[in-house]
């Protein structure tokens, strides 16, 4: 089943017009991160590499490790409370030159895994948020990369 209260894993991906270098730099960073995540906004560092984030949701505090693997093109995002965070995000990008796509492009990737405990109501609010924020990584790289430029 694939409906949106079975699933299990959630893909929302993009081509975005940036070198995979640098989306994977700016989606390691947490300040980048705190600007398009709606269950983190306003990242800041909380202890150690542990960053607190407030949702645009419910207001609550949302507690974030950020774990990059360059060589896989894999960032992993633990999210949870202040005393316990699950690995159930992650982001993968891939050079799409491997791909027989353009220079300077790369597919973003954005998963989600869905936690036991979490509601159909609560599952379905991810997903939609994922397909939100896969637009948002979009525009802010691009922009990101055009000012720098």
């Known amino acids: 089943m694939r409906h949106a209260e079975s699933a299990?894993?959630?893909?929302?991906?993009v081509e975005v017009a940036?070198?995979?270098d640098y989306a994977f730099d700016r989606l390691s960073d947490a300040?980048?991160?705190?600007?398009w995540s709606l269950g983190s906004m306003g990242l800041a560092q909380h202890d150690g590499e542990v960053f607190v984030g407030t949702s645009l949701f419910d207001r609550s505090?949302?507690?974030?490790?950020i774990h990059p693997v360059r060589k896989l093109g894999l960032i992993d995002y633990s999210v949870?409370?202040?005393s316990h965070r699950e690995p159930r995000i992650?982001?993968?990008i891939t050079d799409a030159r491997m791909l027989g796509w353009q220079d300077s492009q790369s597919i973003v990737a954005l998963h989600a895994i869905r936690g036991?405990?979490?509601?159909?109501?609560?599952?379905?609010?991810?997903?939609?948020?994922?397909?939100?924020?896969?637009?948002?990584?979009?525009?802010?790289?691009?922009?990101?990369?055009?000012?720098?430029?």
């Open 18 to 20: 940036v070198p995979a």
């Open 116 to 149: 036991g405990a979490a509601t159909p109501e609560r599952w379905a609010r991810t997903c939609t948020a994922h397909e939100t924020e896969i637009l948002l990584i979009k525009a802010q790289l691009e922009r990101a990369f055009g000012q720098a430029a």
């Open 80 to 82: 949870g409370s202040a």
């Open 8 to 13: 299990i894993v959630h893909v929302a991906s």
């Open 31 to 35: 300040a980048f991160v705190g600007g």
């Open 90 to 92: 992650y982001i993968r």
């Open 61 to 65: 505090q949302a507690f974030v490790e």
